[in-house]
Structures are given as C-alpha cells and as structure tokens.
C-alpha cells in the first residue's frame, strides 16, 4: 500500500491549501463565496474587488446580498474537463470506500478539491486520502482495522459507493 508518510505530507497540502484560500481562490475551488453581512466591512468594495478578479481571470461571477448575507457565485459554462473529474473521482470512491467499509470505518467526505480528497471515519481518528490524477490511495482509514468492533452504520458516502451486497450486515443500519 501507499506510503504512510506521503499520505500524512499530502493530507497537510491538501488541508493548508483549503485553508489558506482567499475568497477568489475559494470561488474558483468550490464556486461560490458567502459571509454574513457584518463580517464584511466594505460590501461594495467586496464585492468590486471579487468582480475585478473575476474579469482579469477571465470567469464570469454574479455578486448580490441579501438576507443578511453577501455572496458571489461563478456563472459556469459545463466545461467538458469538469465532467471529466467527477468521472475520476467517482471511480476513485468506487474504489477506496468498499475498502474503508470492509475495515469496519464509518467513512464521511472531509475535504475535497480538485482530483484530491481526505476521508474522515465518523468513530475513529483514521484519515484516508485519495488523488484521482495520480492515482494514489492511501491512509489508515483504508488500510487499517477500526477499533470499533461493533459494524458501522451505514453513511450516504458508503451507500453511494458500496455496493448492497457488501454492506456490513448486523449494523444498526441507518440512521
Ligand atoms: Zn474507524
């Protein structure tokens, strides 16, 4: 299997550069931007700096506030590209989530961006981490037993990935 320490180094990049995002970094990542209207200071300033950004890297956005909030959301186009990573990322979870199941791991989505993503178990401190481009999964969330002797109950991540015959079978089932 993959190498712990790459996981752990590639889960810190990850984890940081989801963090570190400014607000135009975050729209290009997920597409949308929200804060409350008292965390902002400057509304129209806001939303001039995020529609110049927009304009000199060449993305259409549409800022506006309302209900005590100010947004701005990306105006996309389905990019044939884009398609293409969900497709990966699909494949990739077809694969590493029956593996974190049959660790007896109650596996949920923490972190994602582009073709990398952590898993997280909801019992346990396993972390598993997947890149759909290069390829890699890895981490002791599918790899290692969970402690947890009982059988997990089933999350939304396992039911869409895990085919019905591999569910585990004396789980209190969802909840
Ligand atoms: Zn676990």
């Known amino acids: 299997m993959h190498d712990p320490v790459d996981i752990r180094r590639r889960v810190d990049r990850l984890v940081a550069r989801v963090d570190g995002r400014d607000d135009y970094g975050q729209l290009l990542a997920s597409g949308q931007v929200i804060h409350r209207l008292e965390d902002v200071e400057d509304i129209e300033a806001w939303r001039a700096e995020?529609?110049?950004?927009?304009?000199?890297?060449?993305?259409k956005v549409r800022t506006g506030f309302n209900d005590g909030i100010v947004w701005a959301l990306r105006v996309r186009r389905e990019r044939p590209e884009r398609q293409a990573e969900v497709r990966r990322l699909r494949e990739l979870l077809l694969r590493a989530v029956p593996l974190a199941v049959e660790l007896r791991h109650k596996p949920t989505l923490a972190v994602q961006d582009g073709d990398a993503l952590v898993c997280t178990c909801g019992r346990c401190s396993a972390l598993g981490y997947g890149d759909a481009a290069e390829n890699v999964v890895g981490g002791a969330l599918f790899e290692d037993d969970c402690p947890n002797e009982e059988p997990p109950a089933l999350t939304a991540l396992a039911m869409m990935h895990v085919p019905r015959s591999c569910w585990p079978s004396e789980g209190p089932g969802p909840a």
């Open 50 to 59: 995020i529609s110049r950004d927009a304009r000199s890297g060449e993305i």
